[in-house]
């Protein structure tokens, strides 16, 4: 019988235990999310008369702790009225409704006691055959279930959802002594299709595999920092972006993570793994206790940790950083290296590793020291916490949200080199990896027929990674299944008859080359294949289109070639929509201005839950100008109804444009009409994303797609809607709102969107309203406050408001 999951019971409702409700509400899950009953009253119930007795007190934990997190940024669910699907209780009241949950997670403080407790009365309500586990980040799984029924015991496990469950793709499943296998592949399917996560099977060892060697990692540079006198500034410089991580780096990380959470997991492993090689790393260096002792933790303690946010006499406030030596809070410094200089040219991570430990200055001997003391760690731990390496490189890209994981990392540096330098570092790796060399292989990972084959430390081989048959991995099929590339896309044969355009332009944006590659591949679909997506793997999916170029036409004043090159664009997003084959998006994460513009002109959009998606172009002082003024023009036609205020449905879709709105996941872009409902669909899961668009291609070419009929018939509504827009951002103007030239480009929009000054409501086609975004789009990039925006966003990166 195959085991589904229609509710899912909550223990504990703390940070950790309302994520993971939220989470579970995010994919359409009933939860029961329980807590403790107060023990007495607070001043608020005091003053409203209420008693011990009163539901309102007893479900009081419960509640706040719910409703703090869903105030909380970045939100912990993809829409605020999933939380419907939550109900809340008290493990008093409410425990025997455990009984009609599939799965029961328990989420409570990290005391073993205390969990055997909950484990014992939830026994008396819990019905046979239903999932139990815990979300323990360290406590022995053996130890939780001691005494409990054998039905109890088959069916329990330790599932570790990284904080906020929302966002770490990382969920440690960890197998007790008796867990049932068929248990340990369902929810290692389940997290993976349905919560889309990276499911881990991890061995019941001390912190099991992500905190194992990520608090290693950490714990490793807070000696190192004062062993090489170094600033907290020069560590987060080197360990964020330029290696492949996280922009906050090290000590920004553990400020937003809080302190004490890392202390805690550190303290765990000093006490539970003896025998490491790198025990003595889990010991709290002076300054970390200092520290703890003065509660600043971070984010959680009136953000004062290793940077703390200072008010200043005029309001405004300035970040410090910690002075480790003095431990005191000083003025922050900037941190330079010259061999950041030479990596900012080099794109592929892969090809900077081995500039860096080549460097002769500070960074190079920072990065030997501290990529041999992770080399030679995880080496060590194969096969004592794995054996497969591969899960270890999994977890930390998961959990810890690594670009490369630390085999990857090695890879790319050369096992040799790798081992070399380790040595000068006064390091050895485990005996295997010399073992591995000796027998004539010399990488931990190889590729082959678009698979990843990992080196299996039994079998003295490369062996396939399982599961990849569930996605398609393009880093792994380019080379063998390119039909085309030009310097901004690669269109690769996914075969059964469906292309991929994958942009390779810097930061994904869309110029030029990116519109000859798409036009290039629904020439060659149209004539030999079935189907088109337009799918990556890059970070984003794309910023937008290429504003350097718009820039540099504008100065130019070469108005002539900027016309050609938005019609290009125009045109190129109408063959999106009416080419002779069926064409799917596949956004994910940032998809703004021409990214969305191209999204929603495809026949259908498959977009990962975490995308932003919005028409930001108000930011740079212009209109969108590929269709998407257009656009949202016609959808905000096609929701009319009869009798309906029908300017009022024009104005929102004028206000999403007009406040760059950007959806904060996939699912409220459906509230922005940008994704429609009945036609595109959200994918939890984005490895798995590129696999479903090229299904949904398939499916809509073997229904017997055909090509649409070009629209004359979008309702604009003239004057009426033109004259109430110039009157509102007249308000919004005298209110200072917004500035003048913000009221300059909400007017040239309500120009396009209410279809000219036309005297009444009449139909007009698609053509007309390209042609008017056009001509808005063409006079902006001629005011001198455009520019100033345009280079603003060049140069910083950010909006310029003026």
Same mark, same amino acid.
């Given at each position: ?127 046979? !055959? ?13 130890? /939780? ?42 929810? &290692? ?36 920092? +004062?062993?090489?006198? /170094? ?77 703390? +946010? ?6 405004? #406030? ?67 916490? #794995? ?11 998961? !959990? ?16 040799? +080199? ?100 798409? *036009? ?32 540099? /036409? ?118 922005? *009409? ?44 003239? &004057? ?14 005298? !209110? ?28 007009? #086609? ?37």
């Amino acid at each position: 019988m195959k085991r589904r999951i229609n509710k899912v019971a909550v223990i504990g409702s703390g940070i950790m235990g309302s994520g993971i409700a939220c989470h579970f509400a995010n994919i359409g899950v009933e939860v029961l999310l329980l807590d403790i009953v107060p023990r007495e009253l607070n001043e608020k119930e005091k003053k409203k008369g209420l008693t011990l007795e009163d539901k309102e007190v007893r479900d009081r934990l419960v509640n706040s702790s719910l409703q703090s997190a869903l105030k909380s940024k970045p939100s912990p669910i993809y829409h605020k009225d999933f939380s419907k699907r939550i109900e809340t209780g008290n493990m008093e009241d409410d425990i025997e409704k455990v009984s009609e949950a599939d799965w029961i997670i328990e989420v409570v403080v990290e005391r073993l006691d205390i969990k055997q407790q909950v484990f014992e009365k939830l026994e008396k309500f819990r019905k046979k !055959g239903t999932l139990i586990t815990s979300n323990t980040s360290g406590i022995p799984i053996q130890q /939780m279930n001691e005494g409990r029924s054998e039905d109890f015991q088959q069916h329990f496990c330790g599932t570790h959802f990284f904080n906020p469950p929302r966002y770490l793709k990382l969920f440690e499943i960890i197998p007790g002594p008796n867990t049932a296998k068929e248990v340990l592949n369902f929810l &290692k399917e389940y997290g993976e299709k349905y919560l889309g996560k990276k499911s881990v099977v991890a061995k019941d060892t001390p912190a099991f595999i992500g905190n194992r060697i990520g608090i290693f990692s950490i714990m490793s540079l807070f000696h190192m920092v +004062k062993e090489m006198d /170094m600033t907290i500034e020069e560590v987060d410089k080197l360990t964020g972006p330029v290696i492949g991580r996280q922009k906050s780096a090290t000590f920004r990380t553990v400020d937003v993570v809080g302190l004490d959470t890392l202390v805690h997991v550190a303290n765990g492993l000093h006490k539970g793994v003896p025998n490491d090689e790198a025990h003595d790393l889990f010991a709290l260096p002076d300054f970390i206790q200092t520290m703890m002792d003065n509660e600043w933790l971070g984010s959680k303690t009136n953000n004062t940790g290793f940077y703390k +946010k200072v008010k200043k006499e005029d309001g405004s #406030s300035v970040i410090k950083t910690l002075d480790l030596d003095k431990m005191e809070y000083r003025d922050r410094k900037s941190a330079k290296f010259d061999v950041l200089e030479k990596t900012k040219t080099i794109d592929k991570l892969e090809d900077r590793y081995e500039v860096l430990v080549d460097d002769e200055g500070k960074a190079g001997k920072f990065y030997r020291k501290n990529f041999s003391a992770l080399f030679a760690y995880i080496s060590h731990r194969i096969p004592e916490i #794995s054996d497969e390496l591969y899960k270890l490189d999994d977890g930390m890209k998961a !959990g810890f949200g690594w670009e490369h994981g630390p085999f990857q990392m090695w890879d790319a540096l050369g096992v040799k +080199k790798g081992i070399e330098m380790m040595k000068a570092e006064g390091k050895e790796p485990a005996a295997w990896v010399n073992e591995m060399l000796e027998s004539g292989t010399d990488s931990f990972y190889t590729v082959k027929d678009g698979n990843t084959y990992y080196y299996d430390l039994q079998k003295k081989e490369h062996v396939k990674i399982p599961g990849q048959d569930a996605f398609i991995i393009l880093d792994n099929i380019r080379e063998s299944k390119e039909v085309f590339s030009n310097s901004g896309v690669v269109v690769e044969d996914l075969g059964d008859g469906i292309l991929n355009v994958e942009f390779r332009s810097k930061m994904n944006t869309i110029g030029g080359d990116v519109l000859d590659g798409i *036009n290039k591949a629904i020439d060659m679909a149209e004539k030999d294949y079935q189907g088109l997506v337009v799918a990556n793997n890059g970070k984003n999916f794309s910023v937008g289109a290429n504003i350097g170029m718009i820039f540099m /036409m504008a100065v130019e004043q070469e108005y002539d070639e900027l016309n050609m090159a938005i019609k290009y664009f125009q045109d190129t997003m109408m063959r999106m929509r009416y080419s002779a084959i069926p064409t799917v998006s596949a956004p994910h994460a940032m998809t703004l201005g021409g990214g969305c513009e191209l999204s929603l002109h495809a026949d259908k959009v498959v977009a990962a839950a975490e995308t932003y998606i919005g028409l930001v172009e108000f930011g740079v002082g212009v209109i969108p100008g590929g269709g998407g003024s257009k656009e949202m023009t016609l959808r905000a036609a096609d929701t009319f109804q009869k009798d309906d205020v029908e300017l009022n449905r024009l104005r929102e879709h004028f206000l999403t444009i007009g406040m760059a709105k950007v959806s904060t996941s996939a699912h409220e872009a459906y509230d922005l *009409n940008i994704l429609q409902k009945g036609k595109d669909i959200v994918v939890v899961n984005e490895e798995r994303q590129l696999t479903i668009a090229k299904k949904h291609a398939l499916l809509m070419a073997e229904n017997g797609y055909t090509k649409p009929i070009k629209r004359q018939d979008i309702k604009v509504l003239g &004057k009426q809607a033109l004259g109430a827009f110039l009157v509102g951002t007249d308000q919004m103007n005298a !209110g200072n709102y917004i500035s003048d030239h913000d009221k300059k480009i909400a007017n040239k929009l309500a120009y396009v969107m209410a279809g000219g000054d036309l005297s009444e409501a009449q139909m007009v #086609s698609e053509q007309y309203l390209l042609d008017l975004e056009r001509e808005a789009f063409l006079s902006l990039t001629g005011e001198r406050k455009t520019l100033e925006r345009l280079e603003h966003m060049l140069k910083k990166g950010k909006p310029l408001r003026n």
